[in-house]
């Protein structure tokens, strides 16, 4: 119904960049427009549960965890049904597998969340 893929991930030294990128496709989007659609990027190590990096609205406006403010930077392309998270001054802390997230409404309220199946990001210090 609605298939997420990741990549764009990589073993980078800190202080590098990577672009990760999220591309959405599915049946479900001949009848929802992915601009209507709120994103994310999550990561999670083995130490720590999933925590939410960035989200990005249909209109655009964004939000970001403390510890990537700064550093990190989600946009989208509506036209391409995708989204990306720009990652700057990387540093060892980041290292985690990257999932992207899509919470899509339910005619009858509420979100369905769907799950890529995640990329390594890798900080070398």
């Known amino acids: 119904q609605v298939q997420l893929v990741e990549s764009g991930g990589g073993l980078v030294q800190a202080g590098g960049s990577l672009r990760l990128t999220c591309a959405a496709s599915g049946t479900i989007f001949s009848n929802v427009d992915f601009s209507n659609v709120a994103m994310a990027w999550y990561r999670q190590t083995p130490e720590k549960q999933r925590e939410l990096v960035a989200g990005i609205l249909s209109g655009g406006s964004a939000n970001y965890v403390d510890s990537v403010k700064g550093r990190f930077t989600i946009s989208r392309d509506n036209a391409k049904n995708t989204v990306y998270l720009q990652m700057n001054s990387l540093k060892p802390e980041d290292t985690a597998v990257y999932y992207c997230?899509?919470?899509?409404?339910?005619?009858?309220?509420?979100?369905?969340?769907?799950w890529g199946q995640g990329t390594q990001v890798t900080v070398s210090s």
């Open positions: 997230n899509a919470a899509i409404k339910r005619v009858l309220g509420g979100n369905n969340f769907y």
